[in-house]
Nanobody
Framework: QVQLVESGGGLVQPGGSLRLSCAAS????????MGWYRQAPGKQRELAAT???????NYAASVKGRFTISRDNAKKTVFLQMNSLKPEDTAVYYC?????????WGQGTQVTVSS
């Protein structure tokens, strides 16, 4: 089993930056990748960015060039640096870990982009 704890959300003005962190604990040796998904009000949860422990990254087209995902393999921690934030980035951001073939999720952290 895996537990995920997210931090770093908040309120930011358009054009601003935020950095999300997600720390995994528990049976972390089984994790082979982590990522961030987001869910805006009234919309389905969607992928923002993922990264494998081998270093392969994947970004949604809407965030490519603005968001950067990175990880600390030893600590099984993943970060999402979000720059040039837009109001449409407003959502609850969820950390995800792929543990063998199972998905684990964090509790979510709110990101609000508004002037």
């Amino acid at each position: 089993q895996v537990q995920l704890v997210e931090s770093g959300g908040g309120l930011v003005q358009p054009g601003g930056s935020l950095r999300l962190s997600c720390a995994a604990s528990g049976s972390i040796s089984g994790i082979n990748g982590m990522g961030w998904y987001r869910q805006a009000p009234g919309k389905q949860r969607e992928l923002a960015a993922t990264i494998t422990w081998g270093g392969s990254v994947n970004y949604a087209a809407s965030v490519k060039g603005r968001f950067t995902i990175s990880r600390d393999n030893a600590k099984k921690t993943v970060f999402l640096q979000m720059n040039s934030l837009k109001p449409e980035d407003t959502a609850v951001y969820y950390c995800n870990a792929v543990w063998y073939t199972r998905d684990f999720w964090g509790q979510g952290t709110q990101v609000t982009v508004s002037s």
